[in-house]
């Protein structure tokens, strides 16, 4: 059985999730002016796999790494007991790539890293 194929909200969603470690690289091999233009043609509404080869840039590198974001708060010193909500973040752009994240292990929001904000949090049953 081979794998579905992939939809270009596949691709938006890869490049979505992995795009600081893309720039980081992009950067490296002198490849970023290609990379922005890429993300530029995506937010504006070219499919990303038609934005990424327009800019003759790979689809199917991957890359590992994990960025920080900081402390998140706790209200354990005012004595505020946390609140289990069930859920999970989704894309916040008006033509939705599908992405669907939960929080990470230290608590921290995923990020829509092509629209530079938090993902939208729907409350419900997680994935």
Known sequence: MSDPPLRDSDLT????AELPKLERFAEE???GQDLSAAVEDVRSGISTEQAL?????PID???SGVQGRGDPV?????????VIVTGDYRCPARSSC???E???????????ELHRTVMRFTP???R
């Open 61 to 63: 590198a991957l890359f």
């Open 13 to 16: 969603a890869w490049l979505c």
């Open 53 to 57: 080869r327009g800019q003759h840039l």
């Open 74 to 82: 706790t209200l354990d010193a005012l004595g505020v007991d946390p």
């Open 102 to 112: 939960g929080r990470d292990d230290n608590g921290y929001e995923p990020v829509c």
């Open 29 to 31: 091999w002198n490849l």
């Open 124 to 126: 419900g049953q997680s």
């Open 98 to 100: 599908g992405r669907r």
